[in-house]
């Protein structure tokens, strides 16, 4: 029973794959046209053609993309001839209906081009455009084709029959790509010439197929072919990242002013202020929402925590869709409102200033007027140092020295030269 159901499963299987092989098909190639080109040709070729006595059907297109132009016979094989008083081919609008007949049974080579259709580009922007077979009012129907009973010699519809879509492809979509500041579009067939456009308004002398981008909207591009034909690629939403114009941070009678400029901001939500104490990790003191489109925006926040030690503060800009940008660090030393040591003072000839994060030293007299001036380089912050100031060209007096700090912070004092 099972070597039964074997034999029987492989039968059906074998005619299943002898039918599948021998299906009489008619076949619409599918082409791509040249970019320059207005026109393309469409061919109509058939397979498994055997004991064929006549066919008849349908072809069907989008007239909005495409018009019909001309008709070419293919090349006779045989005794088929698709240009006899056998043949009778008609186009109207978006259709063309075809009938072959023969009182003889036919058989046409696998892949004979039984007719060819020319149609003219008229709408090369939709991309591609379906044909299909047998269009009936707004319907397609089965293709019919007949075949001959050999044992009785008469006529009969074909019940393998197939046939298969094909697309009319045009030149691909041109595509935006942006990388940093840039935009370029990619467009296959040897372009003749670009167009851009900024929000639907054309931007002047712009007719490469790059551009710098100038500000935040919508970016679109047309390419132009020889042949006259304008296809637009997919417009692209550029929103430039914000641009931050200043940021600072300064230590002055107890407290910190942080202040910042920006630019931009049209995709940015808000600013987390950070700050961090030493050497430990940024924490968020403050949230500040962004003031809009604005063509400069400007910002303060004033930090009146008492901290000691070396401060840092960063912006951290969080933008509309989540993602997160970082501004430059920002560090202050309230330590250096601590007193310096200046000895000895009274000086003769040299004084000597002790403190941390010393980067310069003026000496001036009542009058204003720059007497001394010394610079240091500090390498780390926190640096305790011992400064030497040689005053033997002083006149004997009262005078000012000033001492800058590494967050260039500075503190005036008062010395005596004997």
């Given at each position: 029973?099972?070597?039964?159901?074997?034999?029987?499963f492989?039968?059906?299987?074998?005619?299943?794959?002898?039918?599948?092989?021998?299906?009489?098909?008619?076949l619409?190639?599918?082409?791509?046209t040249?970019?320059?080109?207005?026109?393309?040709?469409?061919?109509?070729?058939?397979?498994?053609?055997?004991?064929?006595?006549?066919?008849?059907?349908?072809?069907?297109?989008?007239?909005?993309?495409?018009?019909?132009?001309?008709?070419?016979?293919?090349?006779?094989?045989?005794?088929?001839?698709?240009?006899?008083?056998?043949?009778?081919?008609?186009?109207?609008?978006?259709?063309?209906?075809?009938?072959?007949?023969?009182?003889?049974a036919?058989?046409?080579?696998?892949?004979?081009?039984?007719?060819?259709?020319?149609?003219?580009?008229?709408?090369?922007?939709?991309?591609?455009?379906?044909?299909f077979?047998?269009?009936?009012?707004?319907?397609?129907?089965?293709?019919?084709?007949?075949?001959?009973?050999?044992?009785t010699?008469?006529?009969?519809?074909?019940?393998?029959?197939?046939?298969?879509?094909?697309?009319?492809?045009?030149?691909?979509?041109?595509?935006?790509?942006?990388?940093?500041?840039?935009?370029?579009?990619?467009?296959?067939?040897?372009?003749?010439?670009?167009?851009?456009?900024?929000?639907?308004?054309?931007?002047?002398?712009?007719?490469?197929?790059?551009?710098?981008?100038?500000?935040?909207?919508?970016?679109?591009?047309?390419?132009?072919?020889?042949?006259?034909?304008?296809?637009?690629?997919?417009?692209?939403?550029?929103?430039?990242?914000?641009?931050?114009?200043?940021?600072?941070?300064?230590y002055?009678?107890?407290?910190?002013?942080?202040?910042?400029?920006?630019?931009?901001?049209f995709?940015?939500?808000?600013?987390?202020?950070?700050?961090?104490?030493?050497?430990?990790?940024?924490?968020?003191?403050?949230?500040?929402?962004?003031?809009?489109?604005?063509?400069?925006?400007?910002?303060?926040?004033?930090?009146?925590?008492?901290?000691?030690g070396?401060?840092?503060?960063?912006?951290?800009?969080?933008?509309?869709?989540?993602?997160?940008?970082?501004?430059?660090?920002?560090?202050?030393?309230?330590?250096?409102?601590?007193?310096?040591?200046?000895?000895?003072?009274?000086?003769?000839?040299?004084?000597?200033?002790?403190?941390?994060?010393?980067?310069q030293?003026?000496?001036?007299?009542?009058?204003?007027?720059?007497?001394?001036?010394?610079?240091?380089?500090?390498?780390?912050?926190?640096?305790?140092?011992?400064?030497?100031?040689?005053?033997?060209?002083?006149?004997?007096g009262?005078?000012?020295?000033?001492?800058?700090?590494?967050?260039?912070?500075?503190?005036?004092?008062?010395?005596?030269?004997?």
């Amino acid at each position: 029973m099972k070597q039964l159901l074997l034999l029987s499963f492989l039968f059906l299987a074998v005619t299943f794959q002898i039918n599948a092989q021998n299906k009489k098909t008619l076949l619409l190639d599918k082409l791509d046209t040249v970019c320059n080109n207005t026109s393309v040709n469409f061919n109509v070729r058939a397979k498994n053609f055997t004991n064929i006595i006549g066919f008849q059907g349908s072809i069907g297109w989008d007239s909005t993309v495409v018009t019909f132009d001309a008709l070419k016979y293919g090349t006779n094989t045989g005794s088929i001839n698709l240009n006899d008083s056998n043949t009778n081919i008609q186009a109207a609008g978006s259709y063309l209906n075809f009938v072959w007949v023969d009182s003889f049974a036919q058989t046409i080579p696998d892949n004979t081009i039984l007719f060819t259709l020319r149609f003219i580009i008229t709408n090369p922007k939709g991309n591609r455009t379906p044909v299909f077979f047998n269009k009936s009012g707004n319907n397609y129907t089965p293709l019919e084709i007949d075949t001959l009973d050999l044992n009785t010699l008469i006529p009969v519809a074909a019940t393998d029959t197939a046939f298969i879509n094909g697309y009319i492809g045009f030149v691909d979509t041109p595509k935006i790509f942006q990388n940093g500041n840039v935009l370029t579009c990619l467009a296959s067939c040897n372009p003749s010439g670009f167009q851009w456009y900024l929000n639907g308004n054309t931007i002047l002398n712009d007719t490469s197929n790059s551009i710098v981008i100038t500000s935040t909207g919508n970016y679109s591009v047309s390419v132009s072919y020889s042949n006259g034909n304008k296809v637009y690629a997919v417009p692209i939403n550029v929103i430039l990242p914000l641009e931050i114009l200043s940021f600072d941070a300064l230590y002055e009678n107890n407290v910190t002013s942080i202040k910042w400029k920006t630019a931009e901001e049209f995709g940015t939500a808000f600013f987390n202020i950070g700050r961090k104490v030493n050497e430990g990790s940024f924490q968020t003191i403050a949230t500040i929402n962004t003031k809009g489109n604005l063509p400069v925006s400007e910002y303060e926040f004033i930090d009146k925590d008492k901290n000691r030690g070396v401060i840092s503060y960063q912006l951290e800009i969080v933008d509309k869709d989540g993602n997160k940008h970082y501004s430059r660090i920002n560090t202050v030393n309230p330590k250096s409102d601590l007193l310096y040591k200046i000895y000895p003072n009274p000086a003769h000839s040299q004084i000597k200033v002790e403190g941390e994060n010393i980067t310069q030293i003026d000496i001036i007299d009542n009058l204003g007027h720059l007497l001394t001036r010394k610079r240091y380089a500090v390498l780390s912050s926190q640096t305790m140092t011992i400064k030497t100031i040689n005053t033997n060209g002083l006149l004997p007096g009262v005078y000012n020295i000033k001492i800058y700090n590494l967050d260039r912070s500075s503190k005036v004092d008062k010395i005596v030269i004997n």
